[in-house]
């Protein structure tokens, strides 16, 4: 069974630039993640997808950051525009349904100088 | 207070060691329980999920309590290879269902 698949791996821009990432889930599985991880930090939810919709997002800094799920398959998370402090890799998982094992993706390691 | 908090450590043991880590959660309605396990600079990934009679293996248990809201991640026999973050992740109810990672605790084995 294939993985959750993420792009790019790592990213370096600078500040006040967008960039994108993008999440390929498991087959079937209904759940989309993403999160933030910070260096010595657990990881942080931003949006949660069940299929297309959105779940919560009540993480999400909207005025910069979105995200989408088109089809109920693969999803976007956009960052317009990005700060110092958006450093961090985004991780993307997904799982079956909302109490089922998450299964994640390598993530994108984000540096904004 | 943070929903869900965990002792950062590190926690520096011998190979051969049993080590327990624990897992606070503030939300009485939560609902599902699970540890994961990560390694420096790789994803999460899960180590076992934790149910209400607790769950055993191999050298790994996992704990509830409801009662004192934590969960607990029990290593015995510890190897160098188990060396890495061990992170909680409590669902918890709120209109949906949604997931609190905690920090990590991260934990080091040495010879």
């Known amino acids: 069974e294939a993985g959750v698949a993420q792009s790019p791996r790592y990213k370096i821009i600078e500040k006040r630039q967008s960039v994108a990432f993008w999440c390929n889930p498991i087959s079937g599985h209904a759940t989309l993640y993403w999160y933030q991880q910070i260096l010595g930090q657990g990881p942080k939810l931003l949006i949660q997808f069940q299929n297309n919709g959105v779940v919560d997002d009540s993480q999400l800094p909207k005025d910069r950051f979105s995200a989408e799920r088109l089809k109920g398959v693969d999803s976007t998370l956009k960052i317009q525009p990005a700060k110092l402090e958006d450093s961090a890799v985004y991780l993307c998982a997904s799982s079956s349904t909302v109490f089922d094992t998450q299964y994640f993706g390598p993530g994108t390691r984000l540096t904004v100088l | 207070r943070k929903e869900v908090e965990q002792d950062p450590g590190p926690f520096n043991v011998p190979e051969g060691a049993t080590v327990a880590f624990n897992c606070t959660y503030s939300?009485?309605?939560?609902?599902?329980f699970f540890w994961y396990r990560q390694d420096c600079r790789k994803e999460p990934k899960l180590l076992m999920s934790?149910?209400?009679s607790g769950n055993e293996d191999g050298r790994f248990t996992a704990q509830l309590n409801r009662a004192s809201q934590y969960i607990s991640l029990l290593i015995r026999d510890s190897k160098l290879s188990d060396s890495a973050t061990y992170l909680c992740v409590v669902i918890s109810v709120g209109g949906s269902y949604i997931p609190t990672f905690g920090r990590g605790t991260s934990l080091i084995v040495h010879p």
């Open positions: 939300n009485s309605a939560s609902q599902s």
């Open positions: 934790v149910y209400s």
